[in-house]
């Protein structure tokens, strides 16, 4: 009769098996796939590209103590072990710092309609996107990756990170003017697309807090241009005043409070600023026309700041 570890290597030979034989190896195969899914699990929510090359020799060790049960245990589940271990060529390639890491940003302000289109651009990245994503659900951010790696993966990280960020923001809300996580995101949606200039998010929050608590519309053009274009392209030219009489939920001249959903996928700090917004009691403002934005308390001050917006662009 053979010994343990030489059936052992029968198990995972071409030798004939019996039936007893290839219901060991399902049993195996099994084991291999919770431990695949480990993996993936870590390398998802963990950006590998950053990880020291000891903490992830660190876990390879853990996963095969745990897989064999210590050193201690018969070589029947030692060369289970092995076996498991040997099949993951990916954490061996990454331990040996052999593997190329590539990088997609998806950048701030984007709706998610462009995102999946940057995503699905990707040449290095496998598969068709199967998951779905609502507006304002992908973290804007520069995701790590290997090559092989699933389009679906980065949507997947993506939609996480949104959920911990916006988690985390919800926590810090003492506004009671927003309700729920879905208006914090709509709001913080509205500032990313308004200002571009980090010094200005937290007034531009204000001014849009400030609006909600004493029931003015909020009479933001952001939210005219994704009612005219659904989020699915770029209008490729100004409004006009005539937009501003557009019928949607989302057209914030026409209609009072937030939308009914976000307009764009908002940066961490777009996110943050909603919930920190400034002391100030601005109520209007303006571009100033040389990329950032002027604000005021009262409508005959921004009226006199729109005519100074006006003279910069006819010195243009």
Same mark, same amino acid.
């Given at each position: 009769?053979?010994?343990?570890?030489?059936?052992?290597?029968?198990?995972?030979?071409?030798?004939?098996?019996?039936?007893?034989?290839?219901?060991?190896?399902?049993?195996?195969?099994?084991?291999?796939?919770?431990?695949?899914?480990?993996?993936?699990?870590?390398?998802?929510?963990?950006?590998?590209?950053?990880?020291?090359?000891?903490?992830?020799?660190?876990?390879?060790?853990?996963?095969?103590?745990?897989?064999?049960?210590?050193?201690?245990?018969?070589?029947?589940?030692?060369?289970?072990?092995?076996?498991?271990?040997?099949?993951?060529?990916?954490?061996?390639?990454?331990?040996?710092?052999?593997?190329?890491?590539?990088?997609?940003?998806?950048?701030?302000?984007?709706?998610?309609?462009?995102?999946?289109?940057?995503?699905?651009?990707?040449?290095?990245?496998?598969?068709?996107?199967?998951? $779905?994503?609502?507006? +304002?659900?992908?973290? /804007?951010?520069?995701?790590? !990756?290997? #090559?092989?790696? &699933?389009?679906? *993966?980065?949507?997947?990280?993506?939609?996480?990170?949104?959920?911990?960020?916006?988690?985390?923001?919800?926590?810090?809300?003492?506004?009671?003017?927003?309700?729920?996580?879905?208006?914090?995101?709509?709001?913080?949606?509205?500032?990313?697309?308004?200002?571009?200039?980090?010094?200005?998010?937290?007034?531009?929050?204000?001014?849009?807090?400030?609006?909600?608590?004493?029931?003015?519309?909020?009479?933001?053009?952001?939210?005219?241009?994704? $009612?005219?274009?659904? +989020?699915?392209?770029? /209008?490729?030219?100004?409004? !006009?005043? #005539?937009?501003? &009489?557009?019928? *949607?939920?989302?057209?914030?001249?026409?209609?009072?409070?937030?939308?009914?959903?976000?307009?764009?996928?908002?940066?961490?700090?777009?996110?943050?600023?909603?919930?920190?917004?400034?002391?100030?009691?601005?109520?209007?403002?303006?571009?100033?026309?040389?990329?950032?934005?002027?604000?005021?308390?009262?409508?005959?001050?921004?009226?006199?700041?729109?005519?100074?917006?006006?003279?910069?662009?006819?010195?243009?």
């Amino acid at each position: 009769m053979r010994n343990i570890e030489s059936y052992a290597r029968h198990l995972f030979s071409d030798e004939p098996k019996s039936l007893q034989d290839h219901a060991l190896l399902l049993l195996l195969g099994g084991v291999e796939k919770v431990y695949a899914f480990l993996l993936n699990m870590w390398v998802s929510f963990y950006d590998i590209g950053h990880l020291h090359r000891h903490r992830l020799d660190a876990y390879t060790l853990s996963i095969g103590n745990i897989t064999a049960g210590g050193t201690g245990k018969t070589p029947l589940v030692r060369y289970m072990a092995q076996y498991l271990l040997a099949q993951g060529e990916r954490v061996a390639i990454i331990s040996r710092g052999e593997v190329h890491y590539r990088r997609l940003t998806l950048p701030e302000g984007l709706t998610t309609a462009r995102m999946l289109e940057l995503i699905r651009a990707e040449p290095n990245l496998a598969g068709e996107i199967t998951i $779905a994503a609502e507006e +304002g659900e992908l973290l /804007p951010e520069t995701y790590s !990756y290997v #090559k092989g790696d &699933s389009r679906d *993966s980065i949507v997947r990280r993506a939609r996480l990170a949104m959920e911990k960020t916006l988690e985390e923001a919800w926590r810090q809300n003492r506004r009671k003017v927003l309700k729920n996580r879905r208006q914090l995101l709509t709001l913080a949606s509205i500032i990313e697309k308004e200002t571009g200039v980090p010094e200005e998010r937290a007034d531009v929050a204000a001014v849009f807090i400030n609006r909600l608590e004493t029931g003015m519309k909020l009479q933001t053009d952001p939210t005219v241009i994704y $009612a005219l274009t659904k +989020g699915k392209k770029d /209008p490729g030219r100004p409004l !006009y005043r #005539k937009d501003l &009489s557009v019928e *949607s939920p989302y057209n914030t001249y026409k209609y009072y409070g937030l939308p009914p959903g976000p307009i764009c996928n908002p940066g961490r700090e777009a996110i943050f600023a909603a919930v920190h917004p400034s002391d100030a009691d601005y109520l209007y403002f303006v571009a100033s026309g040389t990329g950032g934005h002027r604000f005021a308390r009262s409508l005959k001050e921004h009226n006199r700041n729109v005519s100074l917006y006006k003279k910069a662009m006819k010195k243009k």
